[in-house]
């Protein structure tokens, strides 16, 4: 239970800013402090709903006044819910959702509040996209500061790999901008290390020609030679070409409505096939997909990219109890593939799921230390997602991701995604960061001393951090 929220004279605060300052009695409190993993039930003393980056500097400036806790909030998706703190003051963007595109140069500017499914629509509208996340309704903010990967990224790497320059409300109160020639060790620090430097108010990505049309969809197999199917990806993926890319889901099916009804339910291997190029020659590389062997249904065809970013939001949307785990791996050994078949065969609620995201490609020519985000040798990234309704299944669906992420352990590569990883994953995070670990330090005794952005996968400003390697 949580103790009530502090009381705060917030007039002076309301009168500084734009946008809304919302408080424990306002009726919008609760639904304003929710986010997207239900296990997440944290009460800010104050939520600054900001209009831009001024307000961003002035609801700072009151929480360092006052020596208040300060998280922020893009889209509200990290699994560990670190957007929201206890007692604070929660610095809310998502109210800030401007995207404007320069089609000539190839650029997006995107307010930190916007969803993917802001910046895809604009984009898209001209034909361009930077790689994003698979789901629509995820925040740009945050996917970027911890990498974003997604149905690109084989072509055009991660989301950070495309950020081209940041703008930025730093611990002490002044907005700077990061690029590869202004302020570059901050714009280093951020492609990668969250929200540890400061508070990004607006991103500028690169932008790719990209067909409005794209061949991508969903192949269904039956669960039984699980690990034989994995074994047949895994030897497909090793020769596929980047504008492929396909990720294996482990789950029980959904009522989706090419699907028996027979089939819903029951665990089975979902292959989700997205390819970028021309959907002739796309096909061919689907029937090599269909002849891993009999389907319970498929849905392949040609779909706008945009509804396509949106066809697993209904699988995900908010209000569920989550925890993930993830690991990363340069390839699937047989001893991998045996705990996926084994742990997605005893999947303790329907909406749980284990999947392979296929990454390499562009997002692994990368030089390791050309940015914070280290993962550069990691060509699948697998997270275990447990989802379920209610808190009585807590322990059951944790104690299973956990059981799984523990047998998978010795097979994985080093590193980890912060983007994937749960509030009690703390002491994860320097080897999660690896060998850039030291400079992000270092980083952040420049640029955060007094480590005011805390509520995060935290680098503390300390040798001793160091030392934790
Ligand atoms: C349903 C779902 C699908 C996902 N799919 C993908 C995927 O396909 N690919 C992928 O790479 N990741 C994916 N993720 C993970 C996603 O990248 C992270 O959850 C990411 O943090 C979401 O960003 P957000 O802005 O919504 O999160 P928030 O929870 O709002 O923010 C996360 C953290 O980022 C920091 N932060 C947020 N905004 C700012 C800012 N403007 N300035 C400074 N710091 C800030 C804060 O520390 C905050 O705690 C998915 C997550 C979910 C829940």
Same mark, same amino acid.
């Given at each position: 239970?949580?103790?009530?929220?502090?009381?705060?004279?917030?007039?002076?605060?309301?009168?500084?800013?734009?946008?809304?300052?919302?408080?424990?009695?306002?009726?919008?409190?609760?639904?304003?402090?929710?986010?997207?993993?239900?296990?997440?039930?944290?009460?800010?003393?104050?939520?600054?709903?900001?209009?831009?980056?001024?307000?961003?500097?002035?609801?700072?400036?009151?929480?360092?006044?006052?020596? $208040?806790?300060?998280?922020? !909030? +893009? %889209? #509200?998706?990290?699994?560990?819910?670190?957007?929201?703190? &206890?007692?604070? *003051?929660?610095?809310?963007?998502?109210?800030?959702?401007?995207?404007?595109?320069?089609?000539?140069?190839?650029?997006?500017?995107?307010?930190?509040?916007?969803?993917?499914?802001?910046?895809?629509?604009?984009?898209?509208?001209?034909?361009?996209?930077?790689?994003?996340?698979?789901?629509?309704?995820?925040?740009?903010?945050?996917?970027?500061?911890?990498?974003?990967?997604?149905?690109?990224?084989?072509?055009?790497?991660?989301?950070?790999?495309?950020?081209?320059?940041?703008?930025?409300?730093?611990?002490?109160?002044?907005?700077?901008?990061?690029?590869?020639?202004?302020?570059?060790? $901050?714009?280093?620090?951020? !492609? +990668? %290390? #969250?929200?540890?430097?400061?508070?990004?108010?607006?991103? &500028?990505?690169? *932008?790719?020609?990209?067909?409005?049309?794209?061949?991508?969809?969903?192949?269904?197999?039956?669960?039984?030679?699980?690990?034989?199917?994995?074994?047949?990806?895994?030897?497909?993926?090793?020769?596929?070409?980047?504008?492929?890319?396909?990720?294996?889901?482990?789950?029980?099916?959904?009522?989706?409505?090419?699907?028996?009804?027979?089939?819903?339910?029951?665990?089975?291997?979902?292959?989700?096939?997205?390819?970028?190029?021309?959907?002739?020659?796309?096909?061919?590389?689907?029937?090599?997909?269909?002849?891993?062997?009999?389907?319970?249904?498929?849905?392949?065809?040609?779909?706008?990219?945009?509804?396509?970013?949106?066809?697993?939001?209904?699988?995900?949307?908010?209000?569920?109890?989550?925890?993930?785990?993830?690991?990363?791996?340069?390839?699937?050994?047989?001893?991998?593939?045996?705990?996926?078949?084994?742990?997605?065969?005893?999947?303790?609620?329907?909406?749980?799921?284990?999947?392979?995201?296929?990454?390499?490609?562009?997002?692994?020519?990368?030089?390791?230390?050309?940015?914070?985000?280290?993962?550069?040798?990691?060509?699948?990234?697998?997270?275990?997602?447990?989802?379920?309704?209610?808190?009585?299944?807590?322990?059951?669906?944790?104690?299973?991701?956990?059981?799984?992420?523990?047998?998978?352990?010795?097979?994985?590569?080093?590193?980890?995604?912060?983007?994937?990883?749960?509030?009690?994953?703390?002491?994860?995070?320097?080897?999660?960061?690896?060998?850039?670990?030291?400079?992000?330090?270092?980083?952040?005794?420049?640029?955060?001393?007094?480590?005011?952005?805390?509520?995060?996968?935290?680098?503390?400003?300390?040798?001793?951090?160091?030392?934790?390697?």
């Amino acid at each position: 239970m949580n103790s009530p929220a502090r009381v705060l004279d917030t007039h002076s605060l309301q009168q500084a800013v734009k946008g809304t300052v919302v408080v424990p009695s306002d009726p919008t409190y609760d639904s304003v402090r929710a986010i997207w993993n239900a296990m997440i039930d944290r009460r800010p003393a104050v939520i600054v709903r900001c209009a831009d980056a001024p307000d961003v500097v002035a609801a700072l400036a009151f929480a360092r006044e006052r020596n $208040l806790e300060i998280s922020v !909030r +893009g %889209g #509200g998706h990290h699994i560990a819910g670190n957007s929201v703190c &206890e007692g604070g *003051l929660m610095i809310d963007l998502s109210t800030m959702k401007q995207v404007r595109v320069d089609a000539a140069a190839r650029r997006a500017y995107v307010e930190a509040g916007a969803l993917l499914s802001d910046v895809d629509q604009a984009t898209l509208a001209h034909g361009l996209a930077v790689p994003l996340g698979i789901n629509s309704t995820t925040g740009v903010a945050g996917l970027t500061l911890g990498g974003g990967m997604g149905w690109l990224s084989r072509t055009h790497g991660l989301t950070v790999d495309n950020l081209v320059s940041a703008r930025i409300v730093g611990a002490d109160g002044l907005i700077r901008r990061a690029s590869a020639d202004e302020n570059p060790e $901050l714009f280093w620090a951020i !492609r +990668g %290390g #969250g929200g540890n430097f400061g508070i990004v108010t607006e991103f &500028e990505f690169a *932008l790719h020609r990209v067909p409005t049309e794209v061949l991508a969809g969903l192949l269904v197999f039956p669960f039984d030679d699980a690990a034989g199917l994995l074994k047949k990806y895994r030897a497909f993926v090793e020769q596929a070409p980047e504008a492929l890319n396909v990720w294996a889901v482990l789950r029980k099916a959904p009522p989706l409505p090419f699907l028996p009804a027979e089939v819903h339910g029951k665990e089975v291997v979902v292959l989700a096939v997205f390819y970028t190029g021309d959907p002739t020659y796309g096909q061919a590389h689907v029937d090599e997909l269909r002849a891993f062997g009999p389907r319970l249904g498929e849905h392949v065809g040609v779909v706008p990219y945009v509804a396509w970013q949106q066809a697993f939001d209904p699988l995900l949307a908010p209000g569920a109890r989550n925890y993930w785990k993830s690991h990363n791996f340069t390839e699937l050994a047989d001893g991998a593939i045996d705990a996926l078949a084994t742990y997605a065969g005893t999947l303790p609620s329907n909406h749980c799921e284990i999947f392979v995201a296929l990454v390499s490609g562009a997002a692994n020519r990368v030089p390791m230390g050309a940015m914070a985000y280290p993962n550069r040798d990691a060509r699948l990234v697998v997270n275990v997602h447990a989802r379920w309704e209610t808190a009585a299944e807590d322990k059951a669906c944790i104690d299973w991701a956990r059981a799984f992420y523990n047998a998978a352990k010795p097979f994985a590569s080093a590193g980890a995604y912060v983007n994937f990883m749960t509030e009690d994953e703390a002491a994860r995070v320097p080897a999660a960061y690896g060998a850039n670990f030291a400079r992000l330090v270092q980083a952040k005794q420049t640029f955060d001393p007094e480590n005011v952005f805390r509520w995060n996968h935290n680098v503390a400003p300390t040798a001793a951090a160091i030392k934790a390697l």
